[in-house]
């Protein structure tokens, strides 16, 4: 496709914008389904599986840590309500950051903000700095909220319940997977090494998130419109599609 044709292509785009139509328009009758959508749909339920998994680690380690270092009643109930506020206040700022700064760049820094939390949760040496680290969990699982959606926009508008549901999978697949592991491998490994092991799959996100490219609409709407021609581009080409002249 050259210069023009993309020029063409964008103005289409905001054509469609200024008359409230989607820009998934563009994916309903051009791009469609494929290998875009898959990866962004499995990223979308790794992302809720570890967060929740996170949430539901709590349940497998604060009676662990009420012998290990004596908690009361309140204390427990501190670190779980810690986590949902953290949570709470990033999602309120968070959407806003991610419509200035982009959908990506918010995803990638969340996962490894919550890897970063649950690593140091495994090596916290007394409750108050467990605690911290569950704030800073709290704030990557915030962030990571942003991941539907970058899904949706790339997502053709027939298949977005598909999408959905792969975050909500994703939701109760996460925590089963932790409460059953967490019966089995808590008492031989210890209660560190498990949480330290929860951490992982956040690594793992990050990088799956890596291989996506930014929200076109964003880059759009930013002023950016070469890069939002590659990322089109990027996904007719992953989902082996011609884009119109």
Known sequence: MNKGEQNHLLDNIRAHDRESVSINILYDQYIKLGKTQYLLWLINFATFAVEFGEVALL????PILRCE??????????ITVTIYVSYFVTVLFFGKLADIYGRRKIMIFGSFIRAIGGTLSAIAP????????????????GMGGVIPVLAL???PNKYRIPCIM???????S???IVAIAGYFLVEPLGWRWFTAATALPCFVVAILTLLIPESPRYLIVSGQEDKAMEAIQQTAKWNKVTLPA
């Open 174 to 176: 996460g925590k089963s």
């Open 59 to 62: 349940s497998v380690l604060i």
């Open 153 to 155: 926009e790339f997502t």
């Open 69 to 78: 270092w004596r908690l009361s009643v309140y204390f427990e109930a501190g």
């Open 166 to 172: 792969s975050g909500t999978l994703g939701v109760y």
């Open 126 to 141: 007394n409750k108050w700095v467990f605690l911290c680290c569950q704030m800073v969990v709290g704030l990557g699982i």
